[in-house]
């Protein structure tokens, strides 16, 4: 039976991640969790505890449907970065007020993204009020309050 793991273990990853990320290695996100396991020889357990450390140090962040990266680097979220594409063509008028969003499926194309993606976005405008739904038709920009 192999020796156990020396308490602290995640510590060691923790500090070893950090310094690398200190060091500019990880400007495209971290790799996975099964990928830093296999480096370091441990388990997925040791690598989320020492993953946690570190984004409670405020070094990483975890973006939801991105992954983690670099706290301050430029990840944000599929929706999210449909959202903001969505509103500055409203903001531009490109979209005016009463305009016919897209269909579902064309912003999945467009985008890339999967179909949730699409509705999370458009429920979040939804939400905002500048996106509004009408049942059987679709959805269509607001008017400006």
Same mark, same amino acid.
């Given at each position: 039976?192999?020796?156990?793991?020396?308490?602290?273990?995640?510590?060691? @990853?923790?500090?070893?991640?950090?310094?690398?990320?200190?060091?500019?290695?990880?400007?495209?996100?971290?790799?996975?969790?099964?990928? @830093?396991?296999?480096?370091?020889? $441990?388990?997925?357990?040791?690598?989320?505890?020492?993953?946690?450390?570190?984004?409670?140090?405020?070094? @990483?962040?975890? $973006?939801?449907?991105?992954?983690?990266?670099?706290?301050?680097?430029?990840?944000?979220?599929?929706?999210?970065?449909?959202?903001?594409?969505?509103?500055?063509? @409203?903001?531009?008028?490109?979209?005016?007020?009463?305009?016919?969003?897209?269909?579902?499926?064309?912003?999945?194309?467009?985008?890339? $993204?999967?179909?949730?993606?699409?509705?999370?976005? $458009?429920?979040?405008?939804?939400?905002?009020?500048?996106?509004?739904?009408?049942?059987?038709?679709?959805?269509?920009?607001?008017?400006?309050?």
């Amino acid at each position: 039976m192999p020796s156990p793991s020396p308490r602290g273990t995640y510590q060691v @990853i923790s500090q070893a991640l950090r310094e690398r990320i200190a060091a500019g290695a990880y400007l495209d996100g971290l790799p996975s969790e099964a990928e @830093i396991g296999r480096e370091f020889g $441990v388990a997925r357990t040791t690598v989320r505890r020492a993953l946690h450390a570190l984004e409670e140090s405020g070094d @990483i962040k975890t $973006v939801a449907g991105v992954g983690r990266s670099v706290a301050g680097s430029a990840g944000t979220a599929p929706y999210e970065q449909i959202m903001a594409d969505l509103l500055e063509q @409203i903001r531009k008028g490109d979209l005016p007020a009463g305009t016919r969003l897209p269909s579902e499926a064309d912003l999945v194309e467009k985008y890339g $993204v999967s179909r949730g993606t699409v509705r999370r976005a $458009v429920r979040e405008l939804e939400t905002a009020g500048r996106v509004e739904a009408r049942h059987g038709v679709g959805r269509f920009v607001s008017s400006p309050s």
